[in-house]
């Protein structure tokens, strides 16, 4: 009698089925917790070791996101021009991990690619990219610069990065801006795909 009443009272997910059908949502896909750096020593590159979908791309982990990848073309019914947003319910649960991977991923099939990092709390797409961050979409929001001079080339064939550029003091306002908008519909036609790295949906408001 115990042992079920503490079964009873376990609210933890065991599965991916258990956690689809607590919030009545589909599981797009499941990935493997990544042990280690993926780059091999001797490789010379400014991108993240854990960016497993370029330097490992036979490995397991590749696979579930190659799964991921494949269910969202099956989503969007074989539809271009898709923006896609990315959160996660904590700090530190691999959302942007997951958003760089993704990203490369989805490149790697021959689709052209944007990654926008609007985490302004916690950016890290920068580093995990290699690329600058003195300009990004926050630089193109207010004004301060011009669309082009934000989107930066990346290591990885089709995947194009816009880092979060210089820190507004006020980013739930600044990402509620009409200019947000009007910015990801016009990018919805440059790209195959958009995707949005925000923060974490219970740690700030800015998802939303």
Partial sequence: VLAFLAEMSDRTFRSPDDVSEQLGLPIVGHIPVIV???????????????????????????????????????TTRGERHKVIQITSPNPGDGKTTLSVNLAACIAQSGKTVLLIDADFRRPKIHKMLGVSSKIGMSSVIQGDAELLDAIQATEVTNLWCMPFGPRPENPAELLTSHKLDDLLAFLREKYDFVLVDTPPMLAVTDPG
């Avoid at 590159?45 to 969202?72: G, H, W």
């Fill in 36 to 74: 280690g750096d993926a780059k091999p020593a001797d490789v010379d590159s400014k991108l993240d070791p854990t960016l497993v979908t370029y330097f490992t791309p036979k490995s397991r982990i590749t696979e579930a996101y190659r799964a991921i990848r494949t269910a969202l073309y099956f």
